[in-house]
């Protein structure tokens, strides 16, 4: 059984025992969560839609870690104009394993 799920602005296909790195939700480490925001569910060729989020669905999932991800660096350069800017982001994340897919 595979479930399409959206959180963070992001949608992602997980099955039961994956793990994933979503944009940062506020729970502790060891703790349960439950994901509502179900899109679709399919498990062999049978494969059910919502609109846009299937009723009654939900995905539990145990929280693993928060952090925060690799450093990006951003440099911007105009040629001939003595402009430069550099900057760094560090994104962060709450990684979780997927335990049940409910609906």
Not at 15 to 40: C, H, W, Y
Not at 58 to 79: C, W
Request: aromatic share 8%.
């Amino acid at each position: 059984m595979y479930a399409v799920f959206e959180s963070g602005g992001k949608q992602y296909r997980v099955t039961i025992g994956d793990r994933l790195r979503l944009e940062k939700i506020e729970a502790e480490p060891g703790s349960q969560l439950v994901l509502d925001r179900v899109l679709m569910l399919g498990e062999g060729n049978e494969v059910r839609f919502g609109q846009p989020h299937l009723q009654g669905a939900t995905i539990k999932a145990d929280v693993l870690t928060q952090g925060r991800a690799d450093k990006i660096h951003i440099f911007k350069m105009r040629r001939r104009k003595h402009f430069r800017k550099r900057q760094g982001h560090r994104q962060y994340f709450t990684e979780v394993r997927i335990t049940s897919i409910d609906g």
